[in-house]
């Protein structure tokens, strides 16, 4: 009985796995699309705040501080992005009908989802930081990176990532929702939430407000990503933003594994 | 002829909307079966959850006397799926589309490779192989689903309404690929609302009103029982007496 579950469970992996290897393969087909669009972006916001807001008096580093919050705002909307396709498929074409009758269970395909939200987030976006160094030279110093540091993180907010966007698609269950809950509550949340200042100064100017931030996963993910990049300084520490990224990974994908199921009514 | 799989009891509820109710069915081995009822019938919804898309609000379906509930996973290798919309990968070409559907039942790739070429040239694909599906035409994009449905040779293939919406010579010509499944030994399970459909490629045709069963039984029987030539005239009257 036991072997038979075991069996069944690594076939089924096995299927998930040859999903995911199609989605990759589909979206790097794309690459130079996928390319273009990680590209403009944050060649244009890196240009502003790297030369012309110091020219105004913020600081002569601001150019670095926005190209690590470029990445993941740019990782936010590739998944966000990813997942409105989603959107509309559970609208229209229903072609993830496809992969519910393949043999495997909706919670593989589900966790296939992330993943290849995830991947595909995380290995176009990785461009702004080349991007970031080559427009602001040494105004972008990469003298504390920690790569294990960098991956770990990353890795794991592209999960968040993936995992949040595949949460409000099923939430939504249409684009016109999805829209709506982009422009209303995700889209702010994603610049309010860290992107253009660091959680201290905003603890420091509101204590409250720095509080109630503390409860949105993003703040983890741009602090965490910006301790891997500068160093420790005043940021969030990283492991409480790595668990933190974790937890809100748990939440979200639990609860989000309920909607796809009744969104899609699965067995 | 040997029972596949047996429907028990099946009810679907959306809401306070009863979709089907105490659906009872048998499906034997190597037979085309035929769910024919107007739109809204119950047809989409009983053959979706035969094919374990979506379950039943009470009931159960057997498959080989197991439930398929507790053996979901091999229940389904031995499932072939054809939606009513063709739901392709964008930027898929066609063969690659039956390669890639080879591998999610895990095949090797000498049988995929010998599978692929065998479907290609059975539904004439061959012309098509480096094509993407979004170009080809709506009779070839049917045949393109049933071939990846039969990648992994089910022994139960459900065809929903494979033919809405398409030209009649088309039509005719899938009919032929239909009927042709029957020499392979497998299953089918088609949906339809084209009564000329059910006559021709019927073995059994089971007709459903409002989410009930009206009637089950071959062709044949249903002319002569009801006297009639033409099915088509058969299931009028059926439609129009509201059979108990």
């Excluded at chain 1, 244009?44 to 790297?50: C, E, K, P, R, S």
Aim: hydrophobic residues 45%; proline residues 3%; charged residues 15%.
């Amino acid at each position: 009985m036991k072997s038979n579950y075991i069996k069944t469970t690594l076939s089924s992996l096995r299927t998930a796995g040859w999903l995911l290897l199609c989605d990759i393969r589909l979206f790097m087909k794309d690459w130079h699309n996928n390319i273009l669009d990680a590209l403009f972006w944050p060649l244009v916001l890196i240009l502003a705040n790297g030369y012309v807001l110091p020219a105004m008096g913020m600081p002569w580093d601001y150019g670095a501080f926005i190209a690590v919050s470029m990445l993941i705002i740019m990782a936010s909307f590739t998944a966000w992005s990813s997942a409105n396709v989603l959107a509309s498929d559970f609208e229209s074409t229903k072609s993830i009908g496809y992969e519910l009758t393949l043999p495997l269970s909706y919670r593989m395909i589900y966790c296939k989802i992330i993943l290849h939200f995830a991947l595909k987030t995380a290995v176009f976006n990785l461009i702004t930081l080349i991007l970031g160094k080559i427009i602001l030279l040494d105004g972008f110093s990469f003298s504390n990176f920690s790569f294990i540091k960098f991956i770990l993180i990353y890795s794991i907010s592209c999960i968040f990532f993936g995992t949040f966007a595949l949460w409000a698609a099923s939430l939504a269950g249409n684009v016109a929702r999805f829209m709506r809950l982009e422009l209303r509550i995700a889209g702010p949340l994603f610049f309010i939430c860290g992107y253009s200042f660091p959680w201290h100064t905003l603890h420091r100017i509101s204590p409250i407000m720095g509080k109630l931030m503390l409860f949105t996963p993003w703040i983890y993910a741009y602090e965490g990503v910006r301790v891997s990049i500068f160093g420790q300084l005043e940021y969030i520490n990283y492991w409480i933003c790595f668990g933190m990224l974790i937890l809100f990974i748990i939440l979200f994908g639990i609860h989000g594994l309920y909607l796809f199921r009744k969104r899609l009514d699965c067995v | 002829m040997n029972i596949l799989l047996q429907v028990k009891n099946i009810t679907k509820k959306y809401g306070d909307h009863i979709a089907l109710n105490n659906i009872t069915l048998d499906l034997y081995e190597g037979e085309i079966i035929t769910l024919l009822g107007a739109n809204g019938a119950g047809k989409t919804t009983l053959s979706s959850i035969i094919a374990s898309l979506h379950p039943a609000t009470s009931g159960d379906v057997l498959y080989k006397d197991k439930s398929i509930y507790k053996d979901l996973i091999n229940f389904r290798k031995n499932l072939g799926f054809c939606p009513q919309k063709p739901n392709f990968a964008d930027g898929l070409t066609v063969r690659e589309h039956l390669i890639f559907a080879g591998h999610y039942f895990l095949l090797d790739m000498d049988t995929i490779n010998s599978r692929v070429n065998e479907l290609m040239s059975q539904f004439g694909l061959n012309a098509y192989a480096d094509k993407y599906p979004s170009v080809l035409s709506g009779g070839y994009k049917q045949r393109l689903l049933i071939a990846r449905s039969l990648i992994h040779k089910p022994s139960l293939i459900i065809l929903d309404e494979p033919t809405v919406a398409l030209d009649p010579h088309i039509r005719r010509q899938l009919w032929e690929i239909i009927k042709n499944l029957k020499s392979y030994g497998v299953t089918v399970l088609l949906t339809t609302h084209y009564i000329d459909e059910a006559e021709v490629l019927s073995d059994r045709v089971c007709v459903l009103d409002k989410g009930n069963i009206q009637l089950i039984d071959t062709p044949a029987n249903l002319l002569s029982s009801y006297n009639k030539s033409k099915l088509e005239d058969v299931f009028l009257q059926l439609m129009n007496e509201g059979i108990n």
